[in-house]
């Protein structure tokens, strides 16, 4: 059988331990990165150096940042006393994009997963009572994913909040806007359902 | 409802299959291990999403095949009329890297699609099919372990309620993550702190599913008990009892309430719980019992008093109460799925369960090793089809 020179399949295995990649891509993506002059071989490879060597979590939130506390956080603009939890970055830009929440984030990095070995301890919670000891806040609001996890980390907060005085509040989850009834999978379909308000 | 059109890629000992089956009685005819049951479970799959005996999906794949498919053109007297079904079990996908296919390992993914509408969630496969399969292996569900009688409701109820299916897996989840937080616990891995997260979890979902099992016992007892008097002239009563694993008032019916019994519940177990490592009471513990007698008050338990004749009765019975409860529900007969059940069953239940195939303009697939097992009568009306080793040809077709 024909093999690959050594340090081409190197590269191909490296790119095969990437999310979502699976043998062929991985096998694209090198042989893509074989054609490339010299000069964007290594832009490319500093990128990812430098985003190791620079990038690190904001000192207040937990959001990725390169400084020491991270763009939103800065933002005087942005009120200080309400402020929305997230499991991940992710979830964060996906919030920001929508340009409606005007207050601050903390990113837990993770939901509650026994199975993964992730409880409280495990999240950045007294990272986020120790933020909340030094500010009024108005409200926290919970935006986890609907799931099982998502939901046992939110109801955990909420308790835990609550206990403090706080105002917490959850998104909603249910059927995306501008979708047809009809053409919402029935899982969404329950949860909005469930959650369905008086009127 | 009927299924006009079945096709099967890689879906156990058949590579690819393709039959236009009859409106009425299709009997299945072939020596043992040819491919009989397999294509009943394949129905049952579009049915229900779950194999009624695989212990894991992935078992249905084909050996050396990375995935399998089944699709079937439904015809439907009501609702949503015709419908075209596919499943995919195993498509690889992402998650096919070269690990795992060296290792040949299939992926446990379920894809559907409906109409050749976009991929959908496994859960919208529910409603288009419905099926009842009656199997030779039914005696387990009289005579066998709880787990058996929890597979038989959940495999019915889930076949008429997505929602069901939906706290199903949600449940499963929550309970795994509760008891390893429990062990880990136990163990001083873990601070008991998120305990009460996951305790609501279990009770959120669990309730669901308690809520949805107890409804549908009361609708199948009914027709259970009918059932009975009828196959037996008369002689015998059939009591079905929902057992759940801590006390439910009998007025506690909707899910809140079932809610706030299983919370009680709990905390009264919560020392038990931390000590053993595991979550005590919930729907995974749940039971039923069948009672049998000339008149309800003196009936007794049929799995530990019923002779075996009496066991076999209580469990035919209950697949057709539940023919006729989804026929109920659904508003036209289910597809009716007879696995091997003749040769175990005497003459009186053999003509009662063939009457059934012939009559009520219901479609059937009946397996058998030999034609001569059928009367003449069965024998003329079928549509009959060869079996043999993963080929399915049409007797004088």
Known sequence: MVQYAKPLARLVGEFEKLPGI????????????????????????????????????????????????????????????????????????????????????????????????????????REL???????????????????????????????????????????????????????ADQATLIQAYDGRREM | MRVSRL??????????CRIEPGAGLNVLVGAN???????????????????????????????????????????????????????????????STAVSASTARVSERKLVKINHGKQTRIADLIGHLNA????????????????ERRRFLDYEIAQVSPAYLLAYAQFKKALEQRNRLLKDIRFGAMSPDALDAWTEQIIRHGARLM????????????????????????????????????????????????????????????????????????????????????????????????SQGQQRTVALALRLAERRLLEEMVGEPPVVLLDDVLSDLDERRRKEVLALSLTGGQQTFLTVTETDALPPEARDAATIWEVNAGVITRRGG
């Open chain 1, 129 to 183: 009572l120790a933020r909340l000891q030094t500010i009024e806040a108005e409200e926290i609001v919970l935006a986890m994913n609907p799931s099982v996890e998502g939901d046992a980390t939110a109801m955990y907060l909420a308790k835990l909040l609550k206990t403090l005085g706080l105002r917490v509040t959850q998104i909603a989850h249910g059927i995306p806007v501008g979708g047809d009834l009809d053409y």
């Open chain 2, 132 to 147: 009842v399969f009656f199997s030779s292996l039914d005696l387990d569900i009289v005579r066998g372990e709880p787990t």
């Open chain 2, 211 to 306: 809520e949805r099992r107890r409804a549908y016992i009361a609708q199948l007892a009914h027709h259970a008990d009918t059932v009975q008097r009828g196959i037996t002239d008369g002689a015998e009563t059939l009591t079905v009892e929902y057992c759940p694993s801590f006390a439910l008032d009998t007025g506690a019916v909707g899910e809140a309430e079932i809610a706030e019994a299983f919370r009680v519940a709990l905390a009264g177990m919560r020392r038990e719980e931390l000590a053993r490592g595991s979550t005590l009471l919930g729907p995974q513990r749940d039971d039923l019992q069948f009672r049998v007698g000339t008149d309800a008050a003196s009936a007794t338990d049929v799995r530990l008093y019923g």
């Open chain 1, 22 to 125: 699976g043998p062929k891509s991985a096998q694209r993506l090198a042989f893509y990165v074989m054609r490339l002059s010299d000069e964007e071989a290594k832009t490319l490879g500093d990128a990812i150096a430098e985003v190791k060597a620079k990038i690190g979590y904001c000192k207040t939130c937990y959001n990725f940042t390169d400084q020491e506390e991270c763009e939103i956080c800065r933002d005087s603009r942005r009120s200080d006393t309400h402020i929305c939890v997230v499991a991940d970055p992710r979830d964060l830009i996906a919030i920001e994009k929508t340009g409606e929440f005007r207050g601050k984030y903390h990113v837990l990095g993770g939901v509650l997963a026994p199975m993964e070995g992730i409880g409280p301890d495990q999240l950045k919670l």
């Open chain 2, 33 to 95: 291990a040819q491919g009989k049951t397999n294509l009943l479970e394949a129905v049952g799959v579009l049915a229900t999403t779950k194999s009624v005996r695989a212990g894991r999906d992935t078992e249905m794949v084909r050996f050396g095949a990375e995935a399998c498919r089944i699709v079937a053109e439904v015809v439907k007297e009501t609702g949503s009329g015709d419908t075209l079904l596919e499943i995919a079990i195993g498509a690889g996908g992402a998650q």
């Open chain 2, 7 to 16: 096709e099967l890629f890689d879906f156990r000992n058949y590579e690819t």
